[in-house]
């Protein structure tokens, strides 16, 4: 099989062994498709995979589309693809960020392993630590957008959470920093859980 590096030739490749019923090469294509695509470009992905009408690469790039923002973005391909197949990723997106979205909440529907994190001190407002609610005030927007994105423990959000706790007595006793890859392990798994079950509507495809 050859290594294409280029999606738009994968697409070519496509349209071609369809029309001529080529079924090994159309197979190879959906390989070559979510193998190097589907990680960097799902959404482009998704749209190739609606193009040709292939179901099980739709679901997986609509999948991997959980980690990047879709919504408002332009991309050519958009042109190949009906308004029903758009809105159906758009509402896929929408369901699982619900689903995920309680995970932040401290009330019963929060994961019960939050009480491990949260209340430890009491240095921030309702009672949770500061750094605590640094992190969810960061995270939230990121969850709401991608749900399974792979920010959440990136850079950009560990360093002001690490300030927090950095800046506050209490907080630098309690050894979060030991607890972070916990916490990032538990967090995801939460994600999964509430979220693998969600499917995305592929009726009539
Ligand atoms: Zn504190």
């Known amino acids: 099989m050859p290594n294409i590096e280029d999606i738009q030739i994968v697409d070519k490749v496509l349209d071609a062994a369809i029309k001529y019923e080529m079924e090994r090469a159309v197979q190879e294509m959906c390989v070559l498709l979510t193998r190097n695509f589907c990680e960097h470009s799902p959404f482009r992905v998704y749209m190739l995979a609606c193009k040709h009408k292939l179901k099980e690469e739709a679901k997986l790039a609509a999948k991997a589309c959980l980690r990047v923002p879709i919504a408002g973005v332009f991309m050519p391909e958009l042109a190949s693809i009906s308004g029903l197949e758009y809105f159906r990723l758009l509402d896929y997106q929408n369901k699982t960020s619900l689903a995920a979205d309680a995970i932040m909440t401290l009330d019963s529907s929060g ?95």
Request: glycine residues 4%.
């Open 111 to 205: 994961p019960k392993f939050w009480g491990l994190f949260h209340t430890r001190s009491s240095c921030g407002p309702q009672g949770m630590s500061k750094w605590w609610s640094q992190f969810i005030s960061l995270a939230l927007p990121i969850l709401r957008k991608c749900p399974r994105s792979n920010a959440f423990f990136e850079p950009a959000l560990l360093y002001p959470t690490l300030d927090c706790v950095a800046q506050c007595q209490q907080c630098r006793n309690e050894s979060v920093i030991k607890d972070w890859t916990l916490l990032e392990r538990l967090l995801k798994q939460e994600i999964h859980l509430r979220t693998e079950n969600i499917e995305l509507d592929l009726s009539g495809f």
